[in-house]
């Protein structure tokens, strides 16, 4: 059963996995993953150049590895959980890096 609040512990570690992914995959100072957190949701958006974008929305279930995924469709301006026909959508396996694999391959830096 999904949570009603992310736990902070949850929020360190989740901020440290972000981090550690910009400066291991993506390694452009100009163009990183960043964090924002509503309740039981993690917003992961990604700043490129100065421009920020939503990318997709996570749902905490309670485990820090089994994130409940939703895509931002700019088509509707929307997270659409029900949306699985995307580039990358073979990443999300319920991870944070999953979850920025997928975004990388949907969104194109």
């Known amino acids: 059963m ?3 609040t992310i736990p902070d512990k949850v929020k360190k570690q ?3 996995i972000v ?3 910009n400066l291991r995959v993506i390694k452009n100072p100009n163009t990183f993953y960043s964090t924002r957190y509503r309740g ?3 917003y992961l958006s990604r700043s490129n ?3 920020v974008d939503p990318i997709c929305r ?3 279930t309670g485990s820090i590895d089994n994130w409940n995924f939703a895509i931002y469709k700019y088509s509707s301006e929307r997270y659409d959980p029900d949306e699985w026909f995307f580039p990358g959508a073979g990443n999300i396996d319920g991870s ?3 979850a920025m694999e997928a975004g990388l391959e949907a969104y194109p830096t």
């Open 2 to 4: 999904p949570q009603k």
């Open 96 to 98: 944070v890096e999953g």
């Open 14 to 16: 989740v901020d440290e």
């Open 49 to 51: 150049y100065g421009s």
């Open 58 to 60: 996570l749902e905490y």
């Open 40 to 42: 039981k949701y993690l």
């Open 19 to 21: 981090e550690k992914f």
